[in-house]
């Protein structure tokens, strides 16, 4: 095993293992059309990928 393989096993593990705690953890809350914190608009595409999210990225930063 070569150390490309090493490295798609280990990606694959922390894939698996963030999938899991998404699976796990639904969310409690929907997500945030504006920012908590700025007020901006959070884009459609960010709510979907990080639900329940609350913040821009500029302000999880
Ligand atoms: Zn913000």
């Not at 914190?37 to 709510?47: G, T």
Request: positive net charge; charged residues 30%.
């Amino acid at each position: 095993m070569d150390d490309a393989d090493r490295a798609g096993i280990e990606q694959e593990r922390i894939e698996k293992a963030f999938l899991a705690k998404r699976t796990m953890l639904p969310p409690s809350r929907p997500s945030a059309t504006q920012c908590i914190k700025c007020n901006i608009a959070i884009p459609e595409k960010r709510r979907q990928i990080l639900p329940g999210v609350q913040l821009c990225v500029e302000c999880k930063h």
